[in-house]
């Protein structure tokens, strides 16, 4: 089983950067993707993207297309994702999960491991 | 964009069968997973590929996928499966999440 552990809540204000780590342990991290997911308070999940630790290849939701850039280190097996440009409505945490080498292969194995969650709060 | 729709809210009692479902156009020809959510953590999976259950999983949660409707059916109801539920699926080059379903057990 692989475990995911998340870096720590972050406090950002508006217009500011923020950058989450996600680092992988229990499985090959080359053989498979982390996506993003977030959770804003009390709502439900929002997919961001996706990244294949195999490949470098990236899906990124069209939302979060000119904000959020997804990267892999496969030397320290970490996965990051990084929002540019914050907002009060970005305030959520911010889940990765393990998914599959290719993006085709996430509908067959879904998200089966996640991270603990890393609260990010916008305010000014 | 892909839509799903599921029914905000089920109560069950102790012991009885739940039901949840997850509406969206031509959903069976897409693979669904399911997700619960327990205050405060992070989402598990509890069926992927329509039918499948992880191991860990216990056999009381099972899935099916037909038409236009995805359902993920409990038996035997317990305290512990009180949470939120979440169906999933791929569009094209987008994953879609369904806006959750909080489970009651009376």
């Known amino acids: 089983q692989v475990q995911l552990v998340q870096s720590g809540a972050e406090v950002k204000t508006p217009g500011a950067s923020v950058k989450v780590s996600c680092r992988a342990s229990g499985d090959t991290f080359t053989s498979y993707g982390i996506s993003w997911v977030r959770q804003a308070p009390g709502q439900g999940l929002e997919w961001m993207g996706w990244i294949s630790a195999f490949s470098g290849d990236i899906n990124l939701a069209q939302k979060f297309q000119d904000r959020v850039t997804l990267i892999t280190d496969t030397s320290t097996t970490t996965a990051y994702m990084e929002m540019r440009s914050l907002k009060s409505g970005d305030t959520a945490v911010y889940y990765c999960?393990?998914?599959?080498?290719?993006?085709?292969?996430?509908?067959?194995?879904?998200?089966?491991?996640w991270g603990q969650g890393t609260l990010v709060t916008v305010s000014s | 964009s892909y839509e799903m729709t599921q029914t905000p809210s089920v109560s069950v009692s102790p012991g009885q069968t739940a039901t949840i479902t997850c509406s969206a156009d031509k959903l069976g020809d897409k693979y669904v997973a399911w997700y619960q959510q327990r205050p405060g953590q992070s989402p598990v999976l509890v069926i992927y590929q329509d039918t499948k259950r992880p191991p860990e999983i216990p056999e009381r949660f099972s899935g099916s996928n037909s038409g236009n409707t995805a359902t993920l059916t409990i038996s035997g109801t317990q305290s512990l499966d009180e949470g939120d539920y979440y169906c999933q699926a791929w569009d094209t080059t987008t994953v879609v999440f369904g806006g959750g379903t909080k489970l009651t057990v009376l």
């Open positions: 999960a393990r998914d599959g080498p290719r993006f085709q292969d996430g509908p067959i194995t879904g998200f089966d491991s």
